[in-house]
């Protein structure tokens, strides 16, 4: 354990809320946050596209979709499977990266609670019309 005037030297100061430490002025990731992360190379539309058994029960807090290629002619959008059903109710609310743009985060889904053995799956609904968009193409559920 660092003394007070080692946590000084080193700009270290403790995290009241969380009793740990980190740099000044960089914000620290809270305990609780995880990430499911897929990876899916070049991006084309299907379904149950990748999937994952849910170990421990959860709330998804939302999802960021990314791609080093920008889509044109048409959006690329994603959809996020509960048990082969939406958990976006809401379409409008899918992830869905715009022509031109590499990235985008969604709306809160609609069905959030994941309980232990939910299998979440993902589709791909579509892509761009002239460039697909999506080279290495990133999905990132957050819970």
């Known amino acids: 354990m660092l003394t007070e005037e080692e946590m000084d030297a080193l700009q270290l100061h403790p995290l009241k809320q969380h009793g740990s430490t980190h740099q000044e002025g960089i914000d620290p990731i809270p305990p609780q946050t995880k990430a499911i992360c897929f990876n899916f190379g070049t991006a084309a539309v299907g379904t149950k596209l990748a999937q994952v058994l849910i170990p421990f029960p959860v709330s998804v807090v939302k999802v960021k979709i990314y791609g080093d290629t920008a889509p044109t002619g ?67 559920v957050i819970i």
């Open 74 to 140: 048409a959006s690329l959008i994603v959809d996020v499977n509960k048990n082969g059903t939406t958990i976006f109710t809401t379409q409008a609310n899918r992830p869905e990266i715009a022509i031109g743009e590499n990235s985008d985060d969604s709306e809160l889904p609609d069905v959030r609670a994941l309980a232990e053995g939910d299998r979440l799956s993902i589709d791909i609904d579509q892509v761009g019309s002239t460039i697909p968009g999506g080279d290495d193409f990133l999905v990132t």
